[in-house]
């Protein structure tokens, strides 16, 4: 027994011994001076060595991760940026939102980093935004802080090098419908809060990857989820089964073909979605096109042949077709 206790005793100590020295390392780190010296180019020319010129890496990315924006109760919710380095001339830029899909439950925030990362290479501000889980807060708190997340970027605009007069929103699956929501849902009271005002959450772009739309008409098509069911992501996110008249009102607040009209004001929309989908029918995009379309909206949509809930999807050629429609619509 007394054996055991020197073992631990030895073992606590080598790991507070580790803290300390670590925590010195990183001081000695951060205390590191710096001077002004100029720097000769190395006329070095070891045999075998490579030599190349170096490029211009002003749209280098920088990660800025956790960033608070709201807070409910103790409850915080984030934002991630992805910025441009800013060494050249240019002092803001145009603004992704994306918004990750999850089921409208906890999110993964670094799941589409690296096809992010392209778009902050390529002169955009991106920002990965956090929502509360409908196991937290039902409808309509998502749409809720996705707005609130970027009246925040809005009022913090110069600070991240944005240009709030360019802001498009993307999003995939559950963050696809939510895109959509921000999209079609300017100065809705129900999804207005007090939080970041009076700055506003309107966009001049919406990309939707493969998300739903009207949950009542889901059912109809082939699925591996039963949407009807009380458990289905739908349902929990309104707070019920979605077929039952009870919840009705919260099912048709987060419709957004209900926000859609001749007469009103919409941003573009490019709508992506693959026709051999299994989660969300593709039916959904095109309830979600047709009614665009027929209300004289602007709107491009993409069936991407052989390609399901995501796989297929995020490919460099799709990619590609996202960034010329940001590019049209915010540079």
Not at 58 to 82: E, N, Q
Not at 111 to 132: C, K, M, N, T
Not at 250 to 276: A, R, S, W
Request: proline share 6%.
């Amino acid at each position: 027994m007394i054996e055991n206790k020197g073992r631990w005793l030895s073992f606590f100590s080598t790991c507070l011994l580790v803290l300390i020295f670590s925590s010195f390392a990183y001081d000695a780190q951060a205390q590191v001076r710096f001077s002004d010296v100029v720097i000769p180019p190395s006329l070095e020319q070891p045999a075998g060595m490579i030599e190349t010129v170096a490029e211009d890496d002003s749209y280098a990315a920088k990660y800025l991760p956790d960033i608070i924006y709201a807070t409910y109760g103790k409850r915080a919710v984030t934002l991630s940026l992805l910025i441009p380095k800013q060494e050249s001339a240019k002092s803001s830029w145009p603004l992704i939102v994306y918004v990750q899909g999850a089921a409208w439950r906890n999110q993964n925030l670094y799941q589409a980093l690296p096809q992010l990362a392209d778009f902050a290479h390529q002169g955009y501000v991106v920002a990965s935004i956090e929502h509360r889980p409908s196991s937290e807060a039902i409808a309509p708190a998502q749409v809720q802080d996705i707005k609130s997340a970027i009246r925040y970027l809005r009022k913090n605009a110069e600070k991240y090098h944005i240009d709030p007069n360019r802001i498009g929103i993307m999003g995939d699956s559950s963050g696809g419908h939510l895109a959509v929501m921000v999209g079609v849902s300017e100065d809705e009271a129900d999804f207005e809060t007090e939080d970041n005002q009076p700055f506003t959450s309107t966009v001049k772009a919406v990309v939707d990857l493969y998300g739903p739309t009207d949950f009542l008409q889901m059912h109809k098509y082939p699925s591996r989820i039963d949407h009807n069911a009380e458990d289905s992501p739908e349902s929990l996110v309104v707070g019920g089964p979605i077929q039952d008249p009870k919840y009705r009102a919260l099912v048709d607040l987060y419709n957004p073909l209900t926000y859609i009209e001749k007469d009103k004001k919409l941003p573009p929309f490019f709508i992506i979605h693959g026709d051999t989908d299994a989660l969300v029918p593709f039916n959904q995009s095109v309830l979600l096109y047709t009614k665009l379309r027929d209300t004289n909206h602007e709107v491009a949509f993409y069936k991407i042949k052989g390609a399901g809930h995501g796989p297929g999807i995020w490919t460099k050629g799709v990619m590609d077709r996202i960034q010329e429609f940001f590019d049209h619509q915010l540079k």
